[in-house]
């Protein structure tokens, strides 16, 4: 089974500083992989998927990246962080073939 | 653009009663999934539903798909305090580039003894 691994748990940076959240999945091979954010009390915004290695989608213009270095690895950066870039980020994957997709436990963002 | 609707949205329920939420979409999938997410949380996975007709059972919470109305249901029966949660629903969507999902704004829960 797939496993899905997100850190840190929790962070509270500073506006204008950068950002980089990591997510690594374990178990399945060339998954699709995404990115979403959920704004407290708010549903889910998909802001980044990719179905390969060095292939980004963004859903939603922002100061926020995706890069994909490797299968099984999905980050999130930001060069300079906004207060509006709170929230909690989730990383989630698909594997190919499978219609579902796992959800890891998450990054709860404060920018002070 | 597809869109998502849940409603209600907002849902306080007292142990013992039955309820249904619903999950609206705008465009053709045949493919939706429910989750669910206690405060803080993480979401897990409830149900996937894959075609017309489609009805999943799992303890006190039933799941069913109409893709001609483009409506899914979720139904709780017998509430508990345990079913306390958020609870959202995703609809497929495939464009270009890959798949990927479309979430409701959820639909939170309270269930009162």
């Known amino acids: 089974s797939q496993t899905i691994h997100q850190w840190p748990a929790t962070l509270v940076q500073p506006v204008g500083s950068p950002l980089s959240l990591e997510c690594t999945v374990e178990?399945?091979?060339?998954?699709?992989l995404y990115w979403y954010r959920q704004a407290a009390g708010r549903g889910l915004q998909l802001l980044f998927y990719?179905?390969?290695?060095?292939?980004i989608s963004s859903e939603v213009p922002q100061n926020l990246s995706a890069s994909r270095p490797q299968d099984r690895q999905f980050i999130l950066s930001s060069k300079k962080l906004l207060l509006s870039d709170s929230g909690f980020y989730l990383c989630?994957?698909?594997?190919?073939?499978?219609?579902?997709?796992?959800f890891g436990q998450g990054t709860r963002l404060t920018v002070v | 653009e597809l869109k998502v609707e849940q409603n209600p949205l907002f849902l306080s329920m007292q142990e013992g009663k039955n309820y249904t939420i619903y999950c609206n979409y705008s465009?053709?999938?045949?493919?939706l999934y429910w989750y669910r997410q206690d405060p803080g949380k993480s979401l897990e996975s409830l149900f996937v539903?894959?075609?017309?007709?489609a009805v999943k059972q799992e303890g006190r919470l039933m799941a069913s798909l109409d893709t001609k109305a483009r409506l899914s249901t979720l139904h709780i029966t017998a509430a508990v305090h345990d079913l306390s949660a958020t609870y959202f629903c995703?609809?497929?969507?495939?464009?270009?580039?890959?798949?990927?999902?479309?979430f409701g704004p959820g639909t939170r829960l309270s269930v009162l003894p």
């Open positions: 465009t053709t999938s045949d493919r």
């Open positions: 990719s179905v390969g290695i060095g292939q």
């Open positions: 178990g399945t091979s060339n998954p699709n």
């Open positions: 989630a994957a698909r594997r190919q073939g499978k219609t579902e997709a796992f």
């Open positions: 539903l894959l075609s017309n007709g």
């Open positions: 995703a609809v497929a969507h495939r464009d270009n580039y890959g798949q990927n999902f479309v």
